[in-house]
Protein backbone atom coordinates (compact mmCIF):
# COMPACT_ATOMS: atom_id res chain seq x y z
CA UNK A 1 0.00 0.00 0.00
CA UNK A 2 1.64 3.68 -1.03
CA UNK A 3 1.63 5.57 2.11
CA UNK A 4 3.13 8.53 3.04
CA UNK A 5 3.22 9.73 6.48
CA UNK A 6 3.53 13.43 5.96
CA UNK A 7 5.52 14.62 9.33
CA UNK A 8 8.23 12.00 8.87
CA UNK A 9 8.79 13.73 5.07
CA UNK A 10 9.39 17.27 5.81
CA UNK A 11 12.01 18.96 5.40
CA UNK A 12 13.87 22.28 5.11
CA UNK A 13 16.59 23.74 2.63
CA UNK A 14 18.10 27.22 4.26
CA UNK A 15 18.34 28.81 0.94
CA UNK A 16 15.02 27.98 -0.91
CA UNK A 17 11.70 26.26 -0.27
CA UNK A 18 12.49 22.42 -0.32
CA UNK A 19 10.35 20.20 -2.24
CA UNK A 20 9.40 16.54 -1.52
CA UNK A 21 7.71 14.41 -4.04
CA UNK A 22 5.19 11.76 -3.07
CA UNK A 23 3.18 9.38 -5.77
CA UNK A 24 3.69 9.74 -8.81
CA UNK A 25 1.61 8.66 -12.07
CA UNK A 26 0.97 10.11 -15.70
CA UNK A 27 -2.04 11.30 -14.08
CA UNK A 28 -1.11 13.01 -11.21
CA UNK A 29 1.91 14.06 -9.04
CA UNK A 30 1.94 15.03 -5.17
CA UNK A 31 4.62 16.17 -3.22
CA UNK A 32 5.62 18.82 -0.27
CA UNK A 33 6.43 22.26 -0.91
CA UNK A 34 7.95 23.31 2.49
CA UNK A 35 8.76 27.21 3.54
CA UNK A 36 11.07 28.86 5.90
CA UNK A 37 9.86 32.23 7.25
CA UNK A 38 10.46 34.80 4.20
CA UNK A 39 10.92 32.02 1.65
CA UNK A 40 8.86 32.00 -1.58
CA UNK A 41 7.70 29.86 -4.83
CA UNK A 42 8.09 32.27 -7.53
CA UNK A 43 5.05 32.99 -10.10
CA UNK A 44 4.67 30.14 -12.54
CA UNK A 45 2.07 28.43 -14.52
CA UNK A 46 1.50 24.45 -15.55
CA UNK A 47 0.28 24.02 -19.09
CA UNK A 48 -2.79 21.87 -19.16
CA UNK A 49 -2.27 21.09 -16.01
CA UNK A 50 -4.57 22.28 -12.51
CA UNK A 51 -3.26 22.74 -9.31
CA UNK A 52 -4.39 21.83 -5.61
CA UNK A 53 -2.69 23.49 -2.38
CA UNK A 54 -3.26 22.19 0.95
CA UNK A 55 -2.01 23.72 3.87
CA UNK A 56 -0.80 20.82 5.89
CA UNK A 57 0.49 23.60 8.49
CA UNK A 58 1.48 27.53 8.99
CA UNK A 59 0.05 30.33 6.55
CA UNK A 60 1.44 32.47 3.77
CA UNK A 61 0.28 34.63 0.95
CA UNK A 62 -0.73 32.86 -2.46
CA UNK A 63 -0.90 34.55 -5.72
CA UNK A 64 -3.65 33.43 -8.18
CA UNK A 65 -3.51 35.83 -11.65
CA UNK A 66 -3.89 39.16 -10.25
CA UNK A 67 -5.32 38.22 -6.57
CA UNK A 68 -3.45 37.55 -3.83
CA UNK A 69 -5.01 36.05 -0.40
CA UNK A 70 -3.24 34.90 2.62
CA UNK A 71 -4.45 31.33 3.68
CA UNK A 72 -3.71 29.37 6.84
CA UNK A 73 -3.73 25.98 7.95
CA UNK A 74 -6.70 23.84 6.56
CA UNK A 75 -7.70 25.49 3.55
CA UNK A 76 -7.48 24.31 0.01
CA UNK A 77 -6.77 26.53 -2.88
CA UNK A 78 -8.06 25.12 -6.61
CA UNK A 79 -5.44 26.66 -9.68
CA UNK A 80 -6.62 26.05 -13.09
CA UNK A 81 -4.36 25.05 -16.17
CA UNK A 82 -2.64 27.47 -17.46
CA UNK A 83 -3.05 30.71 -14.58
CA UNK A 84 0.15 32.24 -13.29
CA UNK A 85 0.75 31.47 -8.91
CA UNK A 86 2.58 31.59 -6.46
CA UNK A 87 3.63 31.33 -2.61
CA UNK A 88 5.09 33.89 0.24
CA UNK A 89 5.61 32.37 3.21
CA UNK A 90 4.60 35.62 4.72
CA UNK A 91 3.56 33.92 8.10
CA UNK A 92 6.10 34.27 11.35
CA UNK A 93 6.71 30.12 11.63
CA UNK A 94 7.24 27.28 8.97
CA UNK A 95 4.69 26.58 6.04
CA UNK A 96 4.19 23.26 4.66
CA UNK A 97 1.45 22.74 1.45
CA UNK A 98 0.69 19.69 0.33
CA UNK A 99 0.58 19.95 -3.89
CA UNK A 100 -1.51 17.38 -6.33
CA UNK A 101 -0.53 18.45 -10.42
CA UNK A 102 -2.92 17.01 -12.27
CA UNK A 103 -2.10 15.71 -14.76
CA UNK A 104 1.50 15.26 -14.67
CA UNK A 105 3.61 17.63 -16.56
CA UNK A 106 6.15 15.53 -17.05
CA UNK A 107 4.64 11.91 -17.51
CA UNK B 1 -9.54 32.85 -5.74
CA UNK B 2 -10.88 29.23 -5.44
CA UNK B 3 -10.53 28.26 -1.65
CA UNK B 4 -12.28 26.30 0.57
CA UNK B 5 -11.78 26.20 4.09
CA UNK B 6 -12.23 22.66 5.02
CA UNK B 7 -13.19 23.19 8.87
CA UNK B 8 -15.99 25.16 7.59
CA UNK B 9 -17.12 22.36 5.10
CA UNK B 10 -17.32 19.05 6.82
CA UNK B 11 -20.70 17.78 7.37
CA UNK B 12 -22.14 14.03 8.86
CA UNK B 13 -25.13 12.16 7.60
CA UNK B 14 -26.52 9.82 10.32
CA UNK B 15 -27.30 6.70 8.09
CA UNK B 16 -24.15 6.60 5.91
CA UNK B 17 -20.67 8.75 4.84
CA UNK B 18 -21.04 12.06 3.82
CA UNK B 19 -19.56 13.44 0.96
CA UNK B 20 -18.54 16.67 0.18
CA UNK B 21 -17.97 18.28 -3.56
CA UNK B 22 -14.89 20.99 -3.51
CA UNK B 23 -12.91 21.66 -6.77
CA UNK B 24 -13.91 20.04 -9.97
CA UNK B 25 -12.48 20.39 -13.55
CA UNK B 26 -11.41 17.94 -16.71
CA UNK B 27 -8.39 17.04 -14.91
CA UNK B 28 -8.95 16.26 -11.07
CA UNK B 29 -12.28 16.30 -8.68
CA UNK B 30 -11.66 17.04 -5.09
CA UNK B 31 -13.70 16.17 -1.89
CA UNK B 32 -14.23 15.30 1.31
CA UNK B 33 -15.83 11.93 2.62
CA UNK B 34 -16.58 12.32 6.23
CA UNK B 35 -17.70 8.93 8.50
CA UNK B 36 -18.78 9.38 11.69
CA UNK B 37 -17.40 6.03 13.69
CA UNK B 38 -18.39 2.44 11.91
CA UNK B 39 -19.59 4.14 8.67
CA UNK B 40 -17.89 3.00 5.63
CA UNK B 41 -17.15 3.72 1.86
CA UNK B 42 -17.78 0.34 -0.03
CA UNK B 43 -14.82 -1.20 -2.06
CA UNK B 44 -14.84 -0.01 -5.55
CA UNK B 45 -12.58 1.04 -8.08
CA UNK B 46 -12.23 4.17 -10.41
CA UNK B 47 -11.23 2.63 -14.25
CA UNK B 48 -8.62 4.81 -15.72
CA UNK B 49 -8.14 7.59 -12.72
CA UNK B 50 -6.04 7.29 -9.44
CA UNK B 51 -7.06 8.47 -6.26
CA UNK B 52 -5.37 10.55 -3.77
CA UNK B 53 -6.93 9.99 0.49
CA UNK B 54 -5.57 12.79 2.86
CA UNK B 55 -6.50 12.17 6.61
CA UNK B 56 -7.94 14.94 7.58
CA UNK B 57 -9.07 14.08 11.23
CA UNK B 58 -9.19 10.44 12.71
CA UNK B 59 -7.97 7.59 12.12
CA UNK B 60 -9.99 4.20 10.05
CA UNK B 61 -9.18 0.84 8.05
CA UNK B 62 -8.29 2.07 4.24
CA UNK B 63 -8.64 -1.75 1.85
CA UNK B 64 -6.46 -1.43 -1.44
CA UNK B 65 -6.69 -4.78 -3.30
CA UNK B 66 -6.04 -7.30 -0.60
CA UNK B 67 -4.58 -4.83 1.49
CA UNK B 68 -5.89 -3.76 4.61
CA UNK B 69 -3.95 -0.87 7.20
CA UNK B 70 -4.57 1.44 9.52
CA UNK B 71 -4.37 5.05 8.91
CA UNK B 72 -4.46 7.89 10.98
CA UNK B 73 -4.57 11.83 10.44
CA UNK B 74 -1.48 13.37 8.72
CA UNK B 75 -1.56 10.31 6.54
CA UNK B 76 -1.54 10.19 2.51
CA UNK B 77 -2.64 6.56 0.13
CA UNK B 78 -2.27 6.85 -3.24
CA UNK B 79 -4.76 4.16 -5.22
CA UNK B 80 -3.68 3.71 -8.93
CA UNK B 81 -6.31 3.61 -11.28
CA UNK B 82 -8.27 0.19 -11.68
CA UNK B 83 -7.68 -0.84 -8.28
CA UNK B 84 -10.20 -2.01 -6.02
CA UNK B 85 -10.24 0.59 -2.64
CA UNK B 86 -12.81 1.30 0.13
CA UNK B 87 -12.92 2.71 3.84
CA UNK B 88 -13.96 2.04 7.09
CA UNK B 89 -14.25 4.61 9.80
CA UNK B 90 -12.52 1.79 12.77
CA UNK B 91 -11.57 4.80 14.94
CA UNK B 92 -13.51 5.99 18.42
CA UNK B 93 -14.06 9.56 16.55
CA UNK B 94 -15.14 10.94 13.38
CA UNK B 95 -12.90 10.57 10.44
CA UNK B 96 -12.78 13.50 7.81
CA UNK B 97 -10.78 12.61 4.39
CA UNK B 98 -9.80 14.73 1.77
CA UNK B 99 -10.25 12.67 -1.51
CA UNK B 100 -8.77 13.55 -5.31
CA UNK B 101 -9.33 11.71 -8.40
CA UNK B 102 -7.71 12.76 -11.47
CA UNK B 103 -8.93 12.91 -14.04
CA UNK B 104 -12.86 13.24 -13.35
CA UNK B 105 -14.07 10.43 -14.14
CA UNK B 106 -17.55 12.50 -14.77
CA UNK B 107 -16.15 15.42 -16.54
Chains 1, 2 share one sequence.
Not at 23 to 49: D, R, T, W
Not at 67 to 74: C, D, I, K, V, Y
Not at 83 to 93: C, I, L, P, Q
Amino acid sequence: MDVYTLNEMIRYQPDKMAKVDLAASPHLICGLNCFEPGQQQKVHAHKGADKLYYLVEGSGEFIVGEERRTLAQGQLLFVPEDVEHGVVNTGAGRLVVLIVIAPNPHP
